[in-house]
């Protein structure tokens, strides 16, 4: 089943063609503060989802394209994010800073952005935003100290997610946490829909270049340790979102771009790039001048 949040509060449900509204099933108001029907409907996920496809089956809904897709989840407890997660990523960043050495970092949850959303390139002249493609896991069920073999029963779901980056050596969260800075959609599918785990193809596209290309087989640390190594320091809440990991082929974004990221048997999303005017501040005013190692 795919989730979605879209118009504003809109909570739905969507079979990739129409979406059906279930704000009303779900508790998601107008004007709710803070937004957290979604972390709800994950939570209660069990009793909900036949009533879901029930609607879904008998409600004729909007075109999915008619839509603004907002982010799925955008009041997570934490946006964890995994750092160097691949060995070609390692390569081309001559970083030996990897994920089973270095632990997991946070996001600020406001960089959250939908599949609709534009991506707002601060105003920082001298300094180069990469795109990241990566994968989000969407923690379903309350957790802490979690085995690897037991923890994909704690997963909801994944979603198609960009780790946006000011490159610079400065603290890793401040260069990752600009708004916009990590979209995440189209809409969450439940893992009953991904196959294995362990094998799934990405890509990303910036206009029509592929820039990356990757499969979940290659990741230094796998999605199971992820939720182990995560909910062995701290509890993780339904609707917690955790970023996987970049391969290589990270590059430069610039205004009027569009970054596609296709994950299969996930979704694929399209986001627009745009140059912003705010964004400045003192730390980003040295230039750094971003070299590939390889
Ligand atoms: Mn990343």
């Known amino acids: 089943m795919k989730v979605v949040r879209f118009n504003g509060f809109h909570v739905g449900v969507t079979d990739g063609r129409k979406v059906v509204d279930a704000s009303e099933l779900c508790g998601a108001g107008e004007g709710d503060w803070p937004p957290v029907a979604m972390n709800r409907l994950i939570r209660d996920f069990d009793q909900l989802r036949p009533r879901?496809?029930?609607?879904?089956?008998?409600?004729?809904?909007?075109?999915?394209?008619?839509?603004?897709?907002?982010?799925?989840?955008?009041?997570?407890?934490?946006?964890?994010?995994?750092?160097?997660?691949?060995?070609?990523?390692?390569?081309?960043?001559?970083?030996?800073?990897l994920a089973n050495v270095q632990g997991y970092f946070l996001k600020s949850s406001s960089s959250l952005s939908g599949a609709s959303d534009a991506i707002e390139l601060p105003n920082l002249p001298g300094r180069e935003i990469h795109h990241e493609c990566e994968i989000a896991l969407v923690i379903g069920k309350q957790c802490r100290d979690i085995p690897a073999e037991r923890a994909m029963e704690h997963v909801f779901g994944f979603a198609c997610l960009l780790d946006m980056t000011v490159r610079g050596k400065e603290e890793r969260v401040f260069r990752k946490s600009y708004d916009t800075f990590t979209p995440v959609g189209p809409w969450i599918v439940t893992a009953d829909e991904v196959p294995d785990f362990a094998n799934i193809d990405m890509k990303l596209w910036v206009n029509d270049e592929l820039r990356q290309q990757a499969n979940t087989r290659d990741l230094i640390v796998d999605m199971p340790s992820m939720v182990a190594i995560a909910s062995s320091a701290s509890t993780l809440y339904p609707g917690d979102l955790i970023a996987t990991g970049t391969p290589a082929g990270v590059g430069r974004v610039v205004d009027g771009d569009v970054v596609t990221i296709e994950v299969a048997n996930v979704g694929r999303m399209s986001v627009r790039v745009v140059q912003g005017a705010r964004g400045a501040n003192v730390v980003f005013e040295k230039p750094y001048e971003f070299v590939r190692a390889h």
């Open 52 to 97: 879901l496809a029930a609607l879904l089956a008998s409600e004729p809904g909007v075109a999915l394209d008619s839509v603004h897709l907002e982010t799925p989840v955008p009041w997570p407890n934490k946006l964890i994010a995994y750092p160097v997660n691949y060995h070609d990523h390692a390569k081309e960043m001559a970083s030996r800073g």
